[in-house]
């Protein structure tokens, strides 16, 4: 019987897995690069939003009260600072 060369050998030498990722990886975005981050870590944000989520108290605000918060920091946010 023959002996069965391994998988190694089979191929011809180049850059490993790990190389071409790393090398894509450099090549993305940043935004890429996050949306990617996210992804594979998809569920320890799950598990950490839901402890966040766990740990906030409840507000008392109705929607209007939000809508109004949001429209005063937008007109605030629209000013520049003198100096």
């Known amino acids: 019987m023959r002996a069965v060369k391994s998988y190694h050998s089979a191929n011809t030498p180049g850059p490993s897995i790990l190389a071409l990722l790393v090398d894509n990886i450099s090549r993305m ?5 996050k949306i990617l981050w996210m992804q594979l870590n998809q569920n320890k944000i799950t598990t950490l ?12 605000l109705s929607s209007n009260d939000i809508d109004a918060l949001i429209s005063e920091a937008k ?3 629209r000013k520049k600072k003198k100096g």
């Open 29 to 33: 975005s940043v935004s890429e690069q």
């Open 49 to 60: 939003a839901r402890e966040i989520d766990a740990n906030v108290p409840p507000h008392n």
């Open 75 to 77: 007109k605030n946010g």
